[in-house]
């Protein structure tokens, strides 16, 4: 069975600093994608950036970028120059061929930006 | 955009009560999931189903039981409501199954207090 585990439950850092939350996971597939999603205080859960493991190009979305490490199942989210509202809760998730449009979650790790 | 709307952002109901929690999407989606929110534990998926009338177990079935009469419409139902299952719930919803169109898109959830 697929696991994803977020070993970091709370972090923090200065705004405009970079942070780095780390996420690993265990498939024994070869096709799948990755994801992190952002769940802000009280409001809704929403895609920051995605990653298909057949693409060895890192995904990146404006200030956020990943590290893809496939051999190692890890796939950690990197926030460039962070801003007060990257405050939330992040979800990293994984999607095999065979889940059936199910996504297995980490536990979280809640990310305090300090102004 | 993807509009997935709960009907309840708070609920409080008494051990025993029958619950039902409603989930409506409007982008004609194939798929619509229930999970439960715990800290520490992610988010762990309970029922999810791929089409009218259909539905399969998640992780976490036991204690509850979902319905699906209309496409853009996901009910998860508590017989009989526990302590135990005091939890914030999550409805998300995503295109049909396969890897390409893979994005869930989610509601903003209902925080059920069970007394």
């Known amino acids: 069975a697929q696991t994803v585990t977020q070993s970091q439950p709370e972090m923090s ?8 939350l780390s996420c690993t996971y265990d ?16 409001r809704q859960m929403i895609l ?24 190692a199942k890890s796939f950690s989210l990197k926030i460039s120059d962070s801003q007060l509202g990257d405050t939330a809760m992040y979800f990293c998730a994984f999607l095999g061929s065979s889940n059936t449009g199910k996504l297995i979650f980490g536990q979280g790790t809640t990310l305090q930006v300090k102004p | 955009d993807v509009k997935v709307t709960q009907s309840s952002r708070y609920l ?7 619950v039902f929690l409603e989930c409506v999407q409007d982008m004609d989606h194939e798929n619509m999931f229930w999970y439960r929110q715990d800290p520490g ?11 009218v009338k ?15 009469e209309k496409k853009e419409r996901f009910s998860l139902i508590l017989e ?27 509601g903003p959830g209902t925080r059920l207090t069970v007394l």
């Open chain 2, 54 to 68: 259909m539905k399969e177990k998640g992780d976490i079935p036991e204690g509850y039981s979902v319905s699906r």
């Open chain 1, 48 to 71: 920051v950036i995605r990653q298909e493991a057949y693409k060895q190009q890192n995904a990146t979305e404006n200030r956020f970028s990943v590290n893809f490490q496939k051999a």
């Open chain 2, 12 to 18: 409080v109901k008494r051990t025993g009560e029958k």
């Open chain 1, 13 to 20: 850092v200065q705004e405009a600093e970079t942070v780095t």
């Open chain 2, 41 to 51: 534990l992610g988010l762990r998926l309970i029922y999810f189903s791929y089409d």
């Open chain 2, 80 to 106: 009989s409501a526990s302590t135990n299952q005091t939890s914030m719930y999550l409805c998300a919803s995503s295109g049909p199954e396969g890897l390409a169109d893979n994005e869930q898109f989610f």
């Open chain 1, 27 to 42: 498939t024994s597939e070869s096709n799948y994608y990755l994801f992190w999603y952002k769940q802000p205080p009280s």
